[in-house]
């Protein structure tokens, strides 16, 4: 196959980059790598566990998975990386069902860990899903990074590089609130809750390959931060350009201030 001469590759510090001149190519490429990773994991492993994050952005990295044939789905153990505290459980917008209906309950993944917190138990939950995450080592985390940086919950506020906990509460930063309704997810800001329960910076940080799937103009300004600001929690994001084996997919909107 003749390669696609607007496809552009770079590498910053350790974090590759693919740049894609359209939405749906990127999230075919991701589906691809993912994909790939799972079949060579599923070589010399008996199980394989995961994250993923739950956004619109990565509606075509998961469709486009989920079509991919012939993968082992039942050797995968997944995990989500976020969840809102104070919704309803069966609110569209949890992250969980979110991934339940993109996801979860179209391929037959080997087990399903949800997150569920309610302002009652939310400490326990923080140490139910600690256990359950801390139990063998995460294989692949795939991801975006929001409008203001932030990776899973972690906004710049409460992101921290060496962070203690593997999971803990957040206090929701304005502009990522504010992303939620540019997302389409809630109405008004007003709607969206104003804590979550999220992983933290080292438990993404410790997927062993990453897959970070960013489209869109809006993400543009988060993109230039990651990729060629100063690595820090102003930008949580930036440090992806840390990890031995992360891979970041763009489109052409999402990579326009990169010019």
Same mark, same amino acid.
């Given at each position: ?8 590759? $770079? %590498? ?11 939405? *749906?190519?990127? &999230? ?12 060579? @994991? ?9 994250? /993923?994050?739950?956004?619109?952005? %990565?509606?075509? !990295?998961? =469709? ?14 997944? /995990?989500?990386?976020?969840?809102? +505290? &104070? ?8 992250? &969980? ?11 037959? /993944?080997?087990?399903?860990? $949800?997150?569920?917190? *309610? ?9 139910? $899903?600690?256990? @359950? !995450? ?16 932030? +990776?899973? !919950? ?5 992101? =921290? ?10 206090? @929701? ?5 504010? %992303? %939620? ?6 109405? *008004? ?7 979550? +329960? ?5 438990? @993404? ?5 990453? /897959? ?18 100063? +690595? ?5 994001? *930036? ?5 031995? =084996?992360?891979?970041? $997919?763009? =489109? ?8």
């Amino acid at each position: 196959m003749t390669p696609n001469p607007e496809v552009r590759k $770079y %590498q910053i510090d350790r974090l590759r980059i693919t740049i894609f001149p359209e939405r *749906s190519a990127m &999230g075919q490429a991701a589906a691809a790598g993912v994909a790939d990773k799972i079949r060579a @994991l599923a070589a010399r492993q008996d199980a394989i566990r995961m994250v /993923f994050a739950a956004a619109p952005s %990565q509606n075509e !990295f998961l =469709d486009a998975l989920i079509k991919t044939e012939g993968l082992p789905w039942a050797k995968i153990t997944a /995990f989500h990386m976020d969840e809102y +505290i &104070g919704l309803d459980p069966a609110a569209p917008q949890r992250f &969980g069902q979110f991934l339940r209906a993109r996801l979860f309950d179209r391929v037959p /993944f080997g087990r399903i860990h $949800y997150l569920n917190p *309610s302002t009652e138990r939310v400490a326990q939950e923080c140490e139910r $899903y600690t256990a @359950l !995450f801390t139990a063998a080592p995460i294989d692949i985390i795939c991801m975006g990074i929001g409008e203001n940086g932030h +990776i899973a !919950f972690n906004d710049p506020p409460v992101a =921290d590089f060496n962070d203690p906990r593997i999971v803990k509460v957040v206090d @929701l930063d304005p502009v990522c609130r504010q %992303q %939620q309704v540019n997302d389409g997810c809630f109405a *008004s800001l007003n709607e969206v809750p104003k804590q979550a +329960i999220t992983l933290t910076v080292p438990a @993404l940080a410790a997927g062993k390959s990453l /897959f970070i799937i960013v489209p869109g103009k809006t993400k543009s300004k988060a993109v230039h931060d990651t990729l060629l600001g100063e +690595i820090g929690t102003h930008c949580p994001a *930036s440090i992806l350009r840390n990890h031995p =084996d992360a891979e970041l $997919y763009l =489109d052409a909107d999402s990579a326009a201030a990169l010019a």
